[in-house]
Every structure is written in C-alpha cells, then in structure tokens.
C-alpha cells in the first residue's frame, strides 16, 4: 500500500460541516471542560481550513492546490494569518502555560488540542483565554 502523506481526503463541504458539528457539541457541553475546550479547538481548526479551501476554491480549482502543506496539522496561527484574520483575536497570546509540577513547561497553539485530548491542565488565566480566543475566532467565521 503507498503512503500517503495526507491519509484522508477532506473537501470543503466536509470541512464545513466538521466546524458546524464540532462547534454545536462543545455549544451543548455544559462544563468549561477540556472535551468542550477540545471540540471547541478542532471547531476553530475545521472552520478555519474550511474558509481558506474554499477561497482557494474561487481561484483555482485543482487539487494540486488544495492538497498545499497548510492543511496539514493544527497550527491555527498560520491558518489565521492565510484567512487574513486580525491579530486583535490573539491579544491573550499564543504559548500557553501548562500545569505541571514536575515539568512546568508551555506549548504553542498548534499544541493545545494535545493538551486537552491528553488531560493536561493549562494555567486557569491561559485556559481562559485560549477559551476565548476560539470562541471568537468561530464566532468571526460564522459571518462567513
């Protein structure tokens, strides 16, 4: 079997539909708790590749375009910076720190969804504003 690089195809319509359900669960999970604040993460990641596919879309329809690096992973600050997203929405910063006695270190924004899928605990004044920050990075993207 050949690898390949990307191991599932998504399309915008799949993306679109993975923000709408992954942002409705964490809008039904009652507790700010790290499933909401996961859910709410890959919302925000969905939502985000789900702008950029289809701009991408209105100018060239190939797949070689679309099949580009940046759909890879999870780093949100540069699907951001490819939505042309303001940087007013990063204002609580984008390193996190995690709680850890034994190893007190931070992640980046790309690693968060570690943190949370792992049950790590972030710092309460981080948390909140990691929770904040994708709140309104999907509520921007809902007028879209």
Known sequence: MKENSMSVHVGVSEF??????????????????????????YATECGLKWLLMR?????ARTESVLKKQLFWGHDLLEFAKEAKIGKNFFTGG????????????TCSL?????????????????EQNASIMLK???????KK
Not at 17 to 25: E, G, I, P, R, V
Not at 110 to 126: A, S, T
């Open 16 to 41: 679109r539909k993975a923000y709408l359900d992954h942002l409705k669960s964490s809008r039904l999970t009652q507790n700010e708790n790290r499933s909401k604040l996961l859910l709410l993460f």
């Open 110 to 126: 790309k690693e968060l969804h570690q943190v949370w899928r792992y049950g790590k605990e972030l710092d309460p004044v981080d």
């Open 55 to 59: 701009d991408i879309y209105k100018i």
């Open 94 to 105: 984008s390193v996190f720190k995690i709680r850890d006695r034994n190893n007190p270190c």
């Open 136 to 142: 309104n990075i999907c509520q921007w993207l809902s």
